[in-house]
């Protein structure tokens, strides 16, 4: 897989053993759902201000959450139809907020890496096609963060 990690943000204390582990994260993801090796994703890492503003323009809430993914072949009702002329790998961006994986990380009891790679791995689910807005999606796509955090040696 092809990842790009990008740290916008300036709020929290950046370790570069974050980068490796998102890119292991997106890793396991890919290989357990069987990806092609050229996908593409991004990863930008930002500030509270950052996400919330993302949050209330493409969702129309306005407050800060902590990853918002924006899958590239997601369709949307208004969209006319077309055909990409070649198939393309760029599966999408996943935003994530680095303060709230650490308030997120502490308020759960557990690392940041483990918080860190778990909302990688939430986020590409959500590139992927999973969501949980029901429950048995929600069942389904909590299953996969299991077996995906398990593989990463980072289960609850």
Not at 34 to 57: F, G, M, S, T, Y
Not at 107 to 126: F, I, S
């Amino acid at each position: 897989m092809k990842v790009a990690v990008i740290n916008q943000q300036t709020a929290c204390e950046w370790d570069e053993s974050f980068e490796q582990l998102i890119r292991k994260a997106v890793d396991q993801v890919g290989t357990m759902c069987r990806l092609e090796p050229d996908c593409e994703v991004n990863v930008v890492i930002v500030d509270a201000d950052e996400i919330k503003e993302l949050n209330c323009a493409y969702r129309g809430v306005d407050k800060v959450t902590d990853v918002l993914s924006f899958a590239m072949m997601e369709k949307h009702e208004d969209e006319p139809e077309y055909e990409l002329p070649e198939p393309d790998n760029m599966l999408g961006d996943i935003v994530i907020c680095m303060e709230k994986v650490l308030a997120q990380a502490q308020e759960y009891g557990h690392t940041p890496q483990r918080e860190l790679a778990y909302l990688t791995v939430h986020g590409m689910l959500h590139l992927l096609g999973y969501d949980h807005e029901d429950e048995n999606e929600r069942t389904l796509m909590r299953s996969m963060e299991d077996k995906l955090m398990e593989g990463l040696g980072l289960q609850r």
